[in-house]
């Protein structure tokens, strides 16, 4: 049975705290599938939501992980994709109801705003939290309804 691939990506902001991440979810088993960027240089935070977008939509992988300084640009960019329910959290509350309430695909981090085991505490929730389903499932579908909120 293949392992399950969580794509991420950060602007340069992010870098530091992508590699961390990334390692991390090898260690949990992960397959990871790194869209960029690959350095401290300066890029722009959309390209990468967008990528990261497009291989969830496509299928490439399951989950993502997206990161710039804040969050706040990147969950934007990543958002505009509409198979794509990106979740901007800042503590382990935010990343279980993500996934609990609104089956989150995508978990965004400011890596300006956390700290990494704070960063780190998010990615394991958010990747260990089943979907409740229930009354949450007409709301969900509401959000992506090209593929029923599943």
């Known amino acids: 049975m293949p392992r399950d691939i ?42 990468y939501g967008e990528a990261l977008a497009k291989a969830i939509a496509a299928g490439r992988a399951k989950f993502g992980v ?16 509409r198979k794509v329910r990106a979740a901007l ?4 509350s935010t990343a279980r109801l993500s996934r609990e309430h609104n089956d989150a695909n995508v978990l965004v981090l ?17 990747l260990t ?3 409740a389903g229930g009354r949450h499932v007409r709301r969900v579908a509401k959000l992506s309804p090209d593929d029923g909120g599943q």
């Open 66 to 81: 997206a990161i710039c300084g804040t969050g706040i640009g990147i969950s934007i960019a990543a958002n505009r994709e």
């Open 110 to 126: 400011g890596a300006r705003t956390l700290g990494i085991q704070t960063a780190r505490d998010c990615l394991k929730t958010f």
């Open 89 to 92: 959290c800042h503590d382990v």
């Open 129 to 131: 939290t089943a979907f």
């Open 6 to 47: 969580v794509a991420i990506a950060a602007d340069h902001a992010g870098f530091p705290l992508k590699s961390v991440l990334a390692e991390d979810l090898r260690g949990m088993g992960f397959d990871v599938l790194d869209l960029g960027t690959d350095g401290p240089d300066s890029v722009d935070y959309p390209d």
